[in-house]
Structure formats: C-alpha cells, structure tokens
C-alpha cells in the first residue's frame, strides 16, 4: 500500500522534479530506493509574499514499506494510502424508461452514471448541439441577435459551458474523484486530479461536453436537441410521461429533471402542474474588472510569474446591521466579462476564462444577498420576477441594445458619473449610474463591502476597476421541493436535479448531484 507525504514544499523556481530529492532528504533515503511517485495535490501559499511555495501533497511506494513506517510513521504528515476501489454496478432491469432534461453537469453525470448500470437514458435539452450554440452565442455577443433556445444559459454543456470551468467545491462526497477521473477520461487535462484549485477552461470544456456525448451515443443513449419539456403526465402522484414542445408525449419511469437556473418557463409548468416549489435566496449585484496585474501584485507580491498561475482572491464581508453578506462570486483569472441574457429586453453579466486565462484582465461577481423578505407577493416565483426587474433596468440603462451599464468603481463609491468606461464586456458597456439599475439596499451594502475588501487585499478599490451591471444569475431563486428518496414530494418518479433544481451551484456539486440521483434511481427501480 502507497505512503502519502503531505506538506512537502517547493520555492518558485524549482521543478516538481526535485521531489523525489526531497522526500529522500526528507527520510535519510537514497533517491533510488523510491520506486515510485507521483503528485496527487499541488497548491499555493502566498501568506509570506513574494516568497511564493508550492505546496505538494506527494504519494510514493517503497520496497519495505512496514520498516519505514516502523521508523518514521509518527510524522503528522506522513500515513499509508487508503486505495480507492471502483464501485460495482449492479445492472438495471431491462424495460426501464428513464428521461433526463438538460444537458448540464448534473444532466450529463446522471447519464454517465446511469450508463454504468447498463442503462441507456433519453436525454432532452431545450437548446441545440454545441457547434450550433456557440454559433448563436458568438452572434449575440458580436450583433446583439438573442435566441431565447440558444444562448449562455440554454444549450448541450449547461451554462458552466459558458464560464471559467471551475472545479472546486465545498461538498465532501466520495465522488469527486470519480468526476475528476471522468472528466480527464473526457480530454480534460490531467493536472485537475490533483491541483488544489482546478479549473478547466471554457475553451477546453466544450471538448469535454462532446466527448461526453459521444461515449453515451455508443452506449446507446439518445441525445434529442430543440426539445423542450412543456408539460407531466400523471397516473394519480406518479410520473407517467414528459410532453415535449406542446404536442409530443413521451412515456418515461422515472424523469431526472435538470434544467439550469435559469429555465424560468419549467419553473411556470411545474407550478401549474402542482409540482411543490419553494422560494430560495440568491444574490445579486455587479461585475467588477480589474488589470489582471494588479491582483497579481496584491495576492503574490509580483506582476507576473511563469510558474505562477493568474491571481484570484475569494472575499466576503457580513452587513452587522442589516445580516446581509456582500462576497465575491464566480472569479475568473484572466478572463473577459460576457452577457449572460436568455430572455429579451434584460442584460445578465457573466464571467468567462479560457484555459490559459490569459486575458490582461480579471474580473468577479460582487453580489449581495437576498431574500423571501425582498421579493414582492408570496408566489414560489417572486424570486424570478425580482430577477427579471433588475435585468430590465439594466437592459434600459445600457441603451436597449444588450449594451450593458458599467461605472467607474471609485465613482460608484462615491456617487459621481463616470466620464468615461470601458470593459471586455460584449457587445459593449454604457457608462451609467449603477445606483439607478440596482436595489437601493444592494448599492450601499456593495459600497460598504468594497470598502471592506479594500482592507483586506490593499489596491482593490482603484480607478483601474471597472464595475458592469447586473449579475443576478447567481443561482436559481427556486428549490423544486424533494424528499429523502431524491424524488419530488408531489410527483413520485420526478426527480429535480442540480442546480436549476435548487441543490447544487457550480460544476462540480451538480455533476456529484447528478450522480446522487442517478443512484438513486437505479435503488428505486431495482425493488419494482
């Protein structure tokens, strides 16, 4: 069984080659008695700026492994490997029907999941293949031509397709691994297994999604683009079959159900249908670009690096007066700030990085909290309708062209106009007061927070930033109400998925809750 050694540090300038030196050094051993190694967490500590480390989380096999450890097991650092075993898959009864809506993270994992049982799925998505989608979105950045089916939000990959392709998450879940593998499996690249902040790229990840598609195609699944789900079929409180584009009905045992959070018209049908929902809080706010430089120099101490990756910085502060949180979101290291839109006359901000991210520019969502408490009416869509006031504003404000408000952010704080913007935003920025686009608790909990985050990583609060209005996409603003069994608590055999669902944000936790499900469909199905 492997030896895992944690802590293990590296100066800027020196190769990951030296760790096997260094473990040696570390033991009193000869280097040639390791007979293997490999790299398995690799992160960075900037607390003692410029002296950037590496820090290495390092496995490694020797001939006489229990002697070793009889000498040197009371290190804090040092343990044996605990070797992850492959799950068995039983196999699912032949005959079952099984339909997933939406091509996301928890979409695709489900369907890659349910493949492991031997089961291949339906999978519907409202908008169309990648190759086409990014055709659409390309025409709506450069010429302002918006399709409500294809766009960000809408189409095969989700809308993390459109996004930095973070892979970090606050879930602890025995799958993360098996999604890391996946993905690589898929043409990610093999450092996210073990870097402690991985991301892949939009870039790279529109790779991903279509080798993910094919490996299900010749597994037997069935991918149909441009079909939306509009309606339920019930036999009493079980699911019995999906309506598809008004006119088409399809039979289905069980429907995983990931539509994004921003299908607001699925959110409409399942009301309708009495499907329970529930409000759910978000946030709200702006996008705020600065030189990718400058956060380079606060967070490292230096411009630029090779062996350093593009800065990027996780802040938050706590309104003690009002309990509201103003914190960062959706960061993204040399990327460009893109529009987010999937309905006409709104503008929603969005954040973008290729893989290299390199981009001179870094920019991050700075929202603010909100509630039951903010939103008009006790309708479970109120949070949509509050969404939808603020992207109109902006939408009016930015010249009713997709153009987006934006604002110097020194002007922002203290209330001026801006002579002058400018952003990587596309199709283009308008210089607005963004007080005027964004609710008035919003603009001085944003005004306090920045001064905060000022304190905390000197330089933020600049005139080189620029700030871009509005993000309110953070997450859905509505949780589709399940049970323990993972299925809806009105409909049995629907079972909400993801983030669009209201249990999950980001590309990993949807892609582990995709999996949940799927398994949990496979233990319902295997005792009928």
């Known amino acids: 069984m492997p030896l895992l050694l944690r802590n293990l540090t590296l100066s800027l300038g020196e190769s990951d080659e030296l760790l096997p030196d260094r473990i040696a050094a570390k033991f009193s051993l000869r280097r040639a008695e390791l007979l293997s190694w490999v790299v398995v967490r690799k992160g960075i500590d900037a607390r003692k700026k410029p002296r950037i480390k590496f820090v290495y989380t390092v496995l490694f096999s020797l001939a006489d492994e229990t002697g070793f450890l009889a000498k040197h097991g009371h290190d ?9 075993l492959r799950p068995i898959f039983p196999r699912l009864p032949a005959g079952k029907r099984i339909v997933i809506v939406g091509t996301g993270p928890a979409g695709l994992f489900a369907a890659l999941r349910l493949a492991e049982y031997g089961h291949a799925p339906t999978v519907l998505e409202r908008g169309r293949p990648l190759e086409e989608r990014v055709r659409d979105v390309q025409a709506f950045w450069s010429r302002g031509i918006l399709d409500p089916e294809s766009n960000v939000q809408f189409g095969e990959g989700g809308a993390g397709t459109f996004s930095d392709g973070k892979l970090t998450t606050r879930v602890r879940d025995a799958n993360i691994g098996y999604v890391l593998e996946k993905l690589v499996e898929f043409g990610a690249p093999e450092e996210i297994l073990c870097l402690a902040k991985p991301h892949i790229g939009t870039d790279r990840l529109r790779g991903v999604v279509n080798g993910i598609r094919r490996h299900l195609e010749g597994r037997g699944a069935v991918f149909r683009f441009r079909q939306k789900l509009t309606g339920l079929v019930a036999g009493g409180a079980r699911l019995a079959g999906v309506v598809i584009n008004d006119r088409h009905e399809e039979p289905c045992d069980a429907l995983v159900l990931a539509p994004g959070h921003s299908a607001r018209d699925t959110y409409e049908m399942l009301l309708q249908a009495g499907v329970m929902l529930e409000r759910k809080p978000f946030a709200v706010g702006v996008r705020v670009e600065h030189p990718q430089e400058l956060i380079n120099t606060i967070q490292y101490g230096l411009a630029s690096h090779p062996q350093l990756p593009p800065a990027d910085y996780g802040l938050a502060w706590n309104d003690p007066h009002t309990g509201r949180s103003v914190y960062s979101f959706c960061m993204c290291p040399g990327g460009v700030v893109v529009a987010g839109t999937s309905e006409p006359g709104g503008v929603v901000i ?69 002579l002058a913007v400018s ?42 930033a620029t700030l871009i209005g509005v993000e309110t996409r953070t997450s859905a603003p509505v949780r589709i109400v399940r049970g323990e069994n993972l299925q809806s608590v009105s409909l049995a055999g629907l079972y909400p998925t993801g983030e669009g669902a209201g249990y999950a944000g980001g590309i990993m936790s949807a892609a582990l809750d995709g999996i949940r499900v799927a398994d949990a469909i496979v233990r319902q199905l295997m005792t009928q």
């Open 350 to 418: 969005n954040g973008m990085s290729r893989y290299l991210r390199n981009s001179p520019y870094a920019n991050s969502a700075l929202v603010v909290t909100v509630g039951a408490g903010d939103f008009a009416g006790d309708s479970p869509l109120a949070g949509v309708e509050f969404q939808r006031l603020y992207e109109r504003k902006a939408f009016d404000a930015g010249g009713g062209d997709y153009r987006a408000p934006a604002q110097n952010l020194m002007d922002f704080l203290d209330g001026k106009e801006s």
């Open 76 to 84: 804090p650092d040092l343990e044996l490997s605990e070797e992850r």
């Open 423 to 464: 952003s990587t935003y596309r199709p283009g920025v308008r210089k607005t007061d963004l007080s005027l686009v964004l609710p008035a608790f919003a603009t001085a909990a944003l005004r306090d927070g920045i001064r905060c985050f000022d304190r905390k990583m000197r330089g933020f609060m600049t005139a080189e």
